[in-house]
């Protein structure tokens, strides 16, 4: 059974940083485009970022640009989120997805992404 857990999330400071995991199973990742999403509460699902399928081309919004690195590691089926110099607007409930068909235009639409992990937690103090 195909799955993806996501991992890393906690409490922070303003300021500091987190790295989120992305751990698939029963899949091959590298063989999927992978997008990061987040949630927070009273609002909609969020465009993060995303690192296409056939290349290591990587996407971001322009909220996080800068701040936020994407990555993969085939070897370890895993993607990655560094997310430095965290706000409290970055406050979320932070998701991964991924899908086999999918082309770059469709990164950042959730739509388009088949497997989806559980979430986890990023809460950033002030």
């Known amino acids: 059974q195909a799955q993806l857990v996501e991992s890393g999330g906690g409490l922070v400071q303003a300021g500091g940083s987190l790295r989120l995991s992305c751990v698939a199973s029963g899949l091959t990742i590298s063989r999927h485009g992978v997008g990061w999403f987040r949630q927070a509460p009273g609002k909609e699902r969020e465009f993060v970022s995303a690192?296409?399928?056939?290349?290591?081309?990587?996407y971001y919004a322009d909220s996080v640009k800068g701040r936020f690195t994407t990555s993969r590691d085939n070897a370890k089926n895993t993607v990655y989120l560094q997310m430095n110099s965290l706000q409290p607007e970055d406050t979320a409930l932070y998701y991964c997805?991924?899908?086999?068909?999918?082309?770059?235009?469709?990164?950042?639409?959730?739509?388009?992404?088949?497997?989806w992990g559980q979430g986890t937690q990023v809460t950033v103090s002030s």
């Open positions: 997805a991924s899908s086999e068909r999918i082309i770059t235009s469709s990164l950042s639409r959730p739509e388009s992404y088949y497997y």
């Open positions: 690192v296409a399928r056939s290349s290591f081309s990587t």
